[in-house]
């Protein structure tokens, strides 16, 4: 069965700062990735997607990558600002089904 | 392009009344999930569907849950009873197909049953 991990739980930094946060998953076995932002009391935005045989995907301020064997993605986020604030979700799409959610990092941007 | 809308966005009920979530995906998507999220948590897949037909609802429980698709377009998922361990908030997300592609979200229903 596919778990998903994402550490920290929460996060606060200082506007400006570059910062990285992690989604680890058990099995390596997965058609693609993705991360999403979620804004108290809101949906799920779709941050970037990406598929089994990329490494990385760019968009703006971020950087996702994923290395497939370890079974680890990361997300970069770069001088960070006070609207970056909100819960980041990675899910795996394990079998051409379901996603995996992990259950997200909880970032505070301070101005 | 319109994304994913659901309604309502929000709902409070008893416990043991019943409650029922509408979803309409961005048109032209095949695949439509709904998922449960409890507060703190990542979301959790109930259903999903390609078309009208369930491929996957493994996770529904199905003495309390139902949805369907019937035209392959619209979706409704409704609890009854309801329990108090059903307060969540429940996603409905499409994309155009189940494997490399995108997943888009609604905005949620947020449910609190008292």
């Known amino acids: 069965k596919q778990e998903v991990t994402q550490i920290p739980a929460a996060l606060s930094v200082p506007e400006g700062e570059n910062l990285v946060l992690n989604c680890s998953f058990t099995d390596s076995a997965i058609y693609n990735l993705q991360w999403f932002r979620q804004d108290p009391g809101k949906g799920l935005t779709s941050l970037l997607l990406?598929?089994?045989?990329?490494r990385e995907q760019t968009s703006g301020r971020l950087n996702a990558s994923l290395d497939k064997s370890s079974g680890r993605s990361t997300l970069y986020i770069a001088a960070s600002q006070p609207g970056d604030s909100a819960t980041y979700l990675c899910?795996?799409?394990?079998?051409?089904?379901?996603?995996?959610f992990g259950s997200g990092t909880q970032l505070t941007v301070l101005p | 392009e319109a994304g994913v809308a659901q309604s309502p966005r929000y709902k409070i009920i008893e416990k043991r009344q019943s409650v029922a979530f509408w979803c309409n995906p961005i048109s032209g998507h095949a695949t439509l999930y709904w998922y449960q999220q409890i507060l703190g948590q990542g979301p959790k897949l109930l259903i999903q569907f390609q078309n009208n037909g369930v491929v996957d609802d493994s996770q529904l429980p199905k003495d309390r849950f139902s949805a369907e698709r019937l035209k392959g377009v619209d979706s409704t998922l409704k609890i009854q009873p309801a329990k108090l361990e059903d307060s969540a908030v429940y996603l409905c997300?499409?994309?155009?197909?189940?494997?490399?592609?995108?997943?888009?979200f609604g905005q949620g229903t947020r449910l609190t049953v008292v």
């Open positions: 899910a795996v799409r394990p079998r051409p089904r379901q996603l995996t």
């Open positions: 990406i598929q089994s045989s990329q």
């Open positions: 997300a499409s994309s155009v197909g189940q494997l490399n592609t995108e997943a888009f």
